[in-house]
């Protein structure tokens, strides 16, 4: 398995730019999340979906939209970007809790908006 | 806002000593993980503790949890150079949907 692949890697968008962050598992997992990390700070969740077809948003969900058409792909897309979304960006699974609980992590996208 | 606050911001230890790394959260919860991040990579879910249990073990890894104060600690002992990494707490639902992270503790671990 490659686990949860995110890309790209590193990004720079300028201010009103669109794009969309891939993510993908391989895993089967039902749970599906975004994370941004600032600078000295923990992760926040930005949007989070519990299965094919069904999403909600986090604690910082303003600026972003996803989609969950199938099972392993979790696209997360910045429509106008602004320098306040420059930020490191995490995506996770989950199988669920009657499979474990351990959480899966991408490396991360790094993105700067100019 | 954070529901996690480690403590401390940083830590500085020689290998081969004890790492202790303290944990508060504000509202009640069903379980408490806590998370290393290699400086340029992702998280990796070290271990996760229940609102039931008062202390898990894995490895030179040590978790106590103490609901009534609200705080966890993880111990690393025996720290090696492999351990210097930000450890971060975090609280709520395990699939990710309502997971609050702290700011995390920068452990270094001097060879």
């Known amino acids: ?114 | 806002s954070q529901q996690g606050e480690e403590d401390p911001q940083a830590l500085s230890i020689q290998e081969g000593e004890n790492a202790t790394m303290n944990c508060s959260y504000k509202t009640s919860i069903n379980n408490l993980q806590w998370y290393r991040q290699n400086s340029g990579r992702g998280l990796v879910h070290l271990i996760l503790i229940r609102s039931n249990e008062r202390e898990k073990h894995s490895g030179r890894l040590r978790v106590t949890l103490d609901t009534s104060k609200k705080s966890s600690s993880l111990l690393i002992t025996a720290s090696r150079a492999a351990d210097t990494a930000s450890y971060f707490c975090a609280t709520g639902r395990p699939s990710g949907s309502r997971l609050t992270f702290g700011e995390g503790t920068q452990l270094t671990v001097n060879p």
């Open chain 1, 1 to 114: 398995n490659a686990g949860v692949t995110q890309t790209p890697k590193f990004q720079v968008l300028k201010t009103g730019q669109s794009m969309t962050l891939q993510c993908a598992q391989d895993m089967n997992h039902e749970y599906m999340s975004w994370y941004r990390q600032d600078p000295g700070m923990g992760l926040r969740l930005i949007h989070y979906s519990v299965g094919a077809g069904i999403t909600d948003q986090g604690e910082v969900p303003n600026g972003y939209n996803v989609s969950r058409s199938t099972t392993e792909d979790f696209p997360l897309r910045l429509l106008s970007a602004a320098p306040s979304q420059t930020s490191v960006y995490f995506c996770a699974s989950f199988p669920g809790h009657r499979s474990g609980n351990t959480i899966y992590f991408g490396e991360g996208s790094w993105l700067t908006v100019v």
